[in-house]
């Protein structure tokens, strides 16, 4: 098997925000990075989006602009799978969230990857079990999640599945501590993982106590804020994550579990989805940007 | 009515932990405070208590030695409820969590306290409706909730029943902001309040996560701590709320409700009592004190 200090190329499939992101801190810890998408215009978009994070780093004087030159230098794109493939020592996959989608795409690039190639899934929902025997290379394969801002929120989630070769748990661990990220191996398989599960618990409990009438999403924040002395709560946190990916979540809970809770919930988001409101993205969520209340200096000693 | 500049004396009813720090956070802000219990010995701890959170606070600089002392002298205690109540212009009960007893203290002091009075209730898990009518002022009294440490974790729940005035839901926002706390107004009353109730959808969430055996409580903090970026994670905060407290709220929900999550996160934390492990007050809980692992600067990247 592959080890650790092998590994040089990194590929990532599927070039969106996640995709990215995970990608540039990759590079930012010296990998060299492969993007591929099956869209020509999605790597556009993400050569463009690296370059805006590069310049953000350069600006708060994380990186100087010499790094920033070199770590761009160190990705490349393609949307010819066979060139992707070619030189890679470790996949992470970050398509649609769709288990047959990934099952069959990770199953082509087992067929174009070498055989050191170790697969990882960065989705936030499913297990890697559903779709481990579809890459054809299941004992290398787990789940490798990751959260976003990735350089921030710098926790990566190391989700075997019962036929994941315990090296490669090992490796990849290993490998998260090297592109700066705090490892969680999760003992098995949990949809959620662990970060992902206890924030939906609270921000479910948040929306509820606005949905029953108990608290505005405002104070909601404020009490968390006021005792969690923490610079944002949990309609902010909403805003950030964007309405359309809560509701979706919410959405999704709801309709397999039926509980009232959940579809009160989720019918609450969605009168913000139908005015536009998507959060911070659509300039209007639970506030209004870029200069939200919640950030404002006297924001926890306005009572509503 | 009474008037917000009206209020000079504030009755502490119970002189437990909350009812010290209450009394504490409302003589800091200059108000006289007349601490009540039925027994001396939990006066004369109260005083050391005390008198030990003033040194504290004058080591770190809160306050100067000579302004400890002004604070000391404008708390009094006594065992004799007419004394107490003679001069009482705001009442905070925080005798042990019964509806029956509350109300019946309630109801004692209401004969003894002048007409004036505002009654108020720190219960933590009961409604006010539960005992509005035994407290003989109905219209007069609310919840009125805080958090601990009440100086540092400073937001308090107004809780007013369906037969509170608002006027006196007004006077209790306006009395927070003057003793140095955020305010939540309830708009109906909610147990577990705004915070409460999301502290504990987190904490069943991440203790769900250990008994389920997919993470550690050191994996399940140094996510949340690695995301959040808050210096502790829900283990922590539960060795330092107590497990005895932790544990008797789940096991009383998971009696009412049968839910098999609450009763096998009940029998969990049970675990740890049954080894005299109650969290920081015992030395030990998830963690050692008094140097706690999730304390450590290397703690977010141990990984284990």
């Not at 055989?115 to 779709?131: C, D, E, Q, V, W």
């Not at 992902?196 to 108990?214: P, T």
């Not at 309709?255 to 911070?280: E, P, R, V």
């Amino acid at each position: 098997m592959i080890t650790i200090d092998d590994i040089q190329q990194i590929l990532i499939v599927g070039a969106g925000t996640m995709g990215q992101q995970i990608g540039l801190q990759c590079a930012l810890h010296g990998y060299e990075v492969m993007l591929y998408d099956v869209q020509e215009e999605a790597l556009a978009t993400a050569v463009s989006r690296i370059a805006a994070y590069l310049a953000h780093f350069v600006k708060d004087k994380r990186i100087t602009l010499d790094e920033a030159v070199a770590i761009k230098e160190r990705i490349f794109t393609t949307t010819d799978a066979e060139t992707a493939a070619m030189d890679a020592d470790l996949l992470s996959e970050s398509v649609p969230e769709d288990p047959v989608l990934k099952g069959k795409v990770l199953g082509q690039f087992n067929q174009l990857c070498p055989p050191r190639t170790i697969f990882t899934t960065n989705t936030s929902t499913l297990l890697p079990s559903m779709f481990a025997t579809a890459t054809g290379r299941p004992s290398q394969f787990a789940a490798f999640h990751f959260h976003l801002p990735v350089w921030d929120a710098n926790v990566v989630d190391v989700m075997p599945h019962a036929g994941t070769d315990t090296a490669v748990t090992t490796l990849l661990t290993t490998f998260a501590q090297r592109i700066g990220q705090i490892p969680i191996v999760l003992d098995k398989e949990h949809s959620g993982y662990v970060f992902n599960a206890m924030l939906s618990a609270l921000l479910k409990s948040a929306i509820s106590l606005v949905v029953d009438g108990v608290a505005t999403p405002a104070d909601v924040d404020r009490a968390w804020m006021g005792i969690m002395k923490t610079p944002i709560g949990p309609f902010g946190i909403q805003d950030s994550i964007g309405l359309d990916t809560v509701w979706k979540i919410t959405d999704f809970w709801a309709k397999i579990g039926g509980h009232s809770t959940d579809l009160a919930n989720a019918a609450f988001l969605k009168t913000y989805l139908d005015q536009g409101k998507t959060g911070i993205k659509s300039g209007q969520g639970f506030y209004s940007y870029p200069n939200p209340a919640f950030a404002q200096p006297d924001f926890l000693h306005k009572s509503e």
